[in-house]
């Protein structure tokens, strides 16, 4: 199983920008569809943007336009930019491969998350 680590997360003000990072471990990581998910408080845990390994992403509408996702295979590391922040983005940030949820919890370890806050 594939160990992941986010860093990055923090406190802004609305408008701001943070840029979170994921350290994935196992060679896995560059041939696997990769995304970010986020979880609110009462939330559930909901998929934001995703990566092939080719590097062709999607995004969800809500931050669409806002959020840039992109990785670095050599380093085994995705990456989240996250700009024009909102308060309603505040939530622990996850990374894991993008697939049928018992085939991700399998293949990839669910990390401590990364804490964002944003604040109006």
């Known amino acids: 199983q594939v160990q992941l680590v986010e860093s990055g997360g923090g406190s802004v003000q609305a408008g701001g920008s943070l840029r979170l990072s994921c350290a994935a471990s196992g060679s896995n990581f560059r041939i696997t569809t990769m995304g970010w998910y986020r979880q609110a408080p009462g939330n559930q845990r909901e998929l934001v943007a995703t990566?092939?390994?080719?590097?062709?992403?999607s995004y969800a509408v809500s931050v669409k336009g806002r959020f840039t996702i992109s990785r670095d295979n050599a380093k085994n590391t995705l990456y989240l930019q996250m700009n024009s922040l909102k308060p309603e983005d505040t939530a622990v940030y996850y990374c894991?491969?993008?697939?049928?949820?018992?085939?991700?919890?399998?293949?990839?370890?669910w990390g401590p998350g990364a804490q964002v806050t944003v604040s109006a």
């Open positions: 894991n491969a993008d697939g049928p949820p018992q085939w991700v919890n399998k293949w990839g370890s």
């Open positions: 990566i092939t390994s080719g590097g062709s992403t």
